[in-house]
């Protein structure tokens, strides 16, 4: 894009109010651009849409889950015009302490150093896929993605990265290991799959009631049980399916504080515990003992790795199970309907995943 170039955009100019509007691209000699073919809509975005966002400011483009061509390649692009790629959310500056740590929350951009949370502000204003065209900043993460993956299920692949890095990379899940997850949503579902592609032993997953459909589609993908916990008692149906408590927990559950406790409850001793969402930065107690007491290995999880982006883009391309786990696509011009969608505002029956196409 040259500047003076304009793209159309949804831009979210305060929380629940998204406006269609047209953008004018900036000069930038550094990055390149990206033409956006589909934009997962992720649990991010609708904490973004609802204000619900630590400092975030407004107004920006959301949509963080970017798959799309190269339009222009810049000169840190290592892809030729028209390759499609998956662009990870996050953008590592490389230098900074997070960085060198290899953590995901790089602090070199503020407020956030994430697609689909920098502010319209930020040259060259274009820094989330709800729009024609995404600027591909020079420290741009980007995965070269087959043609053959329809754009929406093409999504999927960062829900996928996040299962394989949370999953499998996190906890060093070792073939045969026993897996429990809580939570099946998106990307509690690629933890399933990830899990079992890496070889477990035994996955279990746990829902409420309004996530009906999921346990079910989570039995087709191979969980050897499916649980409601609002009807069913975890413990001993696990006992009664397992024999013995399992080695990995991973806590997808969103904004549930009580999730940690079922968690660190769960595991067996000396087993290891992920636990990859926030609950909403409310205050609870926390009791640490049972930590010390069973020696467990607890760790925090936020995004997904390189390796796992490498590894759910050749996943998105071999298995067609995948095709069924984007439930809702929208119109960019219902981008507001995508995000009521997502948040479960439409009715929560057969949702799966939200993607918005062009």
Request: glycine letters at 10%; a negative charge; proline letters at 6%.
């Amino acid at each position: 894009m040259e500047s003076g170039t304009t793209a159309r955009a949804m831009m979210l100019v305060e929380p629940r109010h998204f406006t269609d509007t047209k953008v004018t691209a900036r000069d930038d000699d550094e990055g390149g651009w990206l033409a956006v073919e589909a934009t997962g809509i992720s649990g991010a975005d609708v904490q973004v849409w609802k204000g619900d966002a630590r400092e975030i400011v407004y107004p920006l483009v959301p949509g963080n889950e970017v798959v799309g061509r190269i339009a222009v390649k810049g000169p840190n692009v290592p892809f030729d015009v028209g390759t499609r790629v998956v662009v990870e959310p996050r953008i590592r500056c490389g230098t900074c302490r997070r960085c060198v740590q290899n953590l995901a929350t790089c602090r070199s951009r503020r407020p956030s150093n994430s697609y689909g949370m920098i502010p319209s502000i930020e040259p060259p204003g274009l820094w989330g896929g709800l729009a024609e065209r995404m600027y591909l900043d020079p420290n741009a993460h980007l995965h070269e993605l087959t043609d053959d993956v329809p754009a929406e299920v093409a999504t999927f692949v960062h829900p996928l990265a996040s299962g394989h890095t949370w999953a499998v990379e996190l906890p060093a899940l070792k073939k045969g290991d026993n897996v429990l997850i809580l939570g099946p949503g998106p990307r509690g579902l690629a933890c399933l799959i990830a899990a079992k592609a890496a070889g477990a032993g035994w996955v279990g997953i746990t829902g409420l009631s309004h996530d009906r459909d999921r346990l079910d589609l989570a039995t087709s993908l191979g969980a050897d049980l499916a649980i409601n916990a609002e009807e069913r008692d975890l413990a001993g149906e696990i006992a009664g399916a397992l024999g013995q408590r399992p080695d990995v927990v991973v806590d997808v559950t969103a904004d549930d504080p009580e999730a940690v406790f079922t968690a660190l409850d769960l595991v067996r001793s000396g087993g290891r515990v992920i636990l990859a969402s926030t609950k909403g930065n409310r205050a609870f107690h926390f009791l640490s003992d049972v930590i010390v007491a069973k020696q467990l290995t607890l760790k925090g999880a936020v995004g997904a790795t390189n390796v796992g982006y490498q590894w759910a883009t050749n996943q998105v391309a071999t298995d067609p199970r995948i095709d069924n786990l984007v439930s809702h696509q929208f119109p960019l011009t219902e981008s507001s309907r995508a995000l009521q969608a997502a948040a479960g505002d439409l009715g929560r029956e057969e949702l799966i995943s939200v993607a918005v196409t062009f």
